[in-house]
């Protein structure tokens, strides 16, 4: 059983930031990918960021150069510094951690970029 603790989200105007994070616990024996995912209404979830245990990074598209993600091992937590945010921004942001082989997704925090 893992158990997330989503926080940073909320209302912004556009070309303001957030910082997101995600803390995982629970039956966790060692965390390879984590990851950001967002989906606004209407659409279909989406990648935003990934990091590596390694650190490697992975970005979409119609956020690089925007946001940038990162990781404490030693808290299991990621991070997602949003820049420049943008009303196509708005949406529910997801965390999501790979343990062994399962994929285990956090419960979501809201996102709203709006003047």
């Known amino acids: 059983q893992v158990q997330f603790v989503e926080s940073g989200g909320g209302l912004v105007q556009p070309g303001g930031s957030l910082r997101l994070s995600c803390a995982a616990s629970?039956?966790?024996?060692?965390?390879?990918?984590m990851g950001w995912y967002r989906q606004a209404p209407g659409n279909q979830r989406e990648l935003v960021a990934a990091?590596?245990?390694?650190?490697?990074?992975n970005y979409g598209d119609s956020v690089k150069g925007r946001f940038t993600i990162s990781r404490d091992n030693g808290k299991n937590t990621v991070y997602l510094q949003m820049n420049s945010l943008k009303p196509e921004d708005t949406a529910v942001y997801y965390c999501?951690?790979?343990?062994?082989?399962?994929?285990?997704w956090g419960q979501g925090t809201q996102v709203a970029v709006s003047s």
């Open positions: 999501k951690i790979k343990v062994g082989l399962r994929d285990y």
């Open positions: 629970g039956s966790i024996f060692r965390i390879y990918g």
């Open positions: 990091i590596t245990s390694e650190g490697q990074t």
